[in-house]
Each structure stands twice: as structure tokens, then as C-alpha cells.
């Protein structure tokens, strides 16, 4: 179960003081206007630095700099709270009503800053509680990924804000996925995984973290943790799998079933808004962005993530 106590930095172990990780993660969409955006930050309070993303994206690109903006710096001093922050990049974080809801502002460069509103619809879901996650007991991601998970939470809720994206100013109001995770995490021949998000509105919301085989990038299932919220209420998912349709890297479209603890199954078919290869930190790359999804007529926002080993595509020469 995840407490108040869970949104703020964690005790480091001595034996993982070098690779000890704290990550912040706000997505947001405005998909009238074909934009989505990204903030991440990984901490190291064990070696007292962090690094933070901030990543725009406005249409389907080959590489990260061809996107609307960008503005990653690697070695920011860690704050000394992670419950209320600011960072030198101009960004701030305050958890309130931990570990529910958040103030995001951030104040860039070339006249872009945005402010919003998280506010949870859903308590926490802890990855790390059998009562929580019937799945949690079974093998992880694998390689770094499972320790990097040994504290881990998804919250999806609703954001209200507004963006400002060089001087053209855009209203932010949406359903997204929040996340926490705590733990050892290297930054070396990391695992590789699916990250979903499927927004249709307060009363449905799918969030899934799938396998991924590099090797074959055309299929990725089974469904590692996840779950389904309908009208606030949360069923963890027990199975999964799907397909995707590629062009080289990118899928072009992307098909999935899961199923929750209850039984019941969802369908959904998606593709995407807006795309591009994202690498907050080196030694992974997110081919990621905003995806438009389909359910049974209805049409939702969110998130297709896929997150790949730099040392699998050298291994496999999947770039060559």
C-alpha cells in the first residue's frame, strides 16, 4: 500500500548509494492541437544529482531534436525534498494531499513554460502489493528494470493547466498516468518493455507495463502489472498480449487485449498522434508519444511507450 510518506525520497541502502533512483513522471495531451508533452525526472540522491526532461512533442519525428521542444540536462544538483522541489531548469513539484495530487510549473526557454493541476482519481496502485497486484509475485521486466521497480506506483487523474509553447498559449485539460518508482536502477543492458496508457474518460481508463522481446518488436505481452479504472474504482490486470504493425522502428498501428482480475476483457486498437525516439537518459531510448486510441466506438488519449535497451539494438543490430 502506498502512504503519504511514499511521494517523498526514500532511505538509500549503502550497498546501492551509486545506483539508487527516484523517477517523477507527468505526461499531459492536448490532442485538439496535436500535442503532447513529458516531464521526467530520474534523482540520485545517493550521489546528490538529477536529471530532468522536459519534451514537447507535436508530430511524427525520426529524431528528438525534430520535435517541438526539448530541454534535458543530466547532472542538476538533487533537491533535498522530492515532496516539494525546484530545480535549476526552472521546474517545480509540490506533492499536496500526498501522495494524491501535484503542482507541476515549469518556466523554459524560447517563451515556453506550462502549469498544471494533478489531481488523483484513483488511490495509488503499488506494483509491490499482492493485494494490490495479483501479478506481483511472478518474474518481472527483467535485467535492471526489476530492481529499478522494488518501490513502484501509477496514479491516473486528471490534469488542468496551461502550456505555453513559443508564445502560442494552449489550455491543458486531460486524463493521464502520474508514476513513482524507487530502487536500484543501472544504467546498463537494462530490460525492455511496453508502456500503455488508454484514457476514455473518468468512468475508463486502461494502464498496462508489457514485455518486450527486442528480438521481435512485432508482438509484446504478457502483462507484467497494470490495471483498469472504471469510475475511480481499480481491477489490476492478470493477462495480456498484442501486435503491433511497423515501419522499421515505429509502429504504425498497435493491438492489444488484456484482462482484468474480474474476468472481463478489453479490446483496443490505437495509433499514433505524435511520435518520436526519447532518451531522458543514455543508456535507454522510449520510442513514445501521444496515441489515439479505439473501444468499442469510443476514442481515447494516451500513451504507447516502448522502451529499449540501447545494449539490445548494438547486440541485435537492430539499427544497422
Known sequence: MIRAEDA??????????ETWAETNYFP??????????????VFRPGLGVCLSDITIFDHCASHWEGLAYTDNQQHIPCPASLAHYSLRNGLTVEALNAPQDYQVDYVGIDDTEFH??????????????????????????GGAWDKAFDGHFDMTGRIDGELKLRGVAHKIACLATM????????????GSAVFIQAHFGDDLSVNALMMLDPADMT????????????????KALVAGEGQSERSGFRPDRFD??????DGASLALSGH????????????????????RWEHEGRIGTGAFQEVISRAAIARLGLAR
Open 8 to 17: 517523498a525520497f526514500h532511505p538509500v541502502p549503502d550497498e546501492h548509494r
Open 28 to 41: 499531459f495531451w492536448i490532442p485538439d492541437a496535436g500535442l503532447s508533452g513529458a516531464v521526467y525526472n
Open 116 to 141: 498544471f493541476r494533478f489531481r488523483g482519481l484513483m488511490r495509488p496502485q503499488d506494483f509491490n502489493d499482492p493485494n494490490q497486484d495479483p501479478l506481483t509475485p511472478k518474474q518481472g521486466a
Open 179 to 190: 508514476d513513482h518508482s524507487w530502487g536500484p536502477r543501472a544504467e546498463r543492458n537494462n
Open 219 to 234: 508482438r509484446f505481452g504478457p502483462v507484467l502489472h497494470g490495471y483498469v479504472m472504471r469510475a475511480g474504482q481499480v
Open 256 to 261: 492489444l487485449t488484456v484482462e482484468d482480475e
Open 272 to 291: 499514433f498522434e505524435t511520435w518520436a525516439p526519447w532518451a531522458p537518459y543514455a543508456s535507454v531510448l522510449y520510442y513514445q508519444g501521444m496515441a
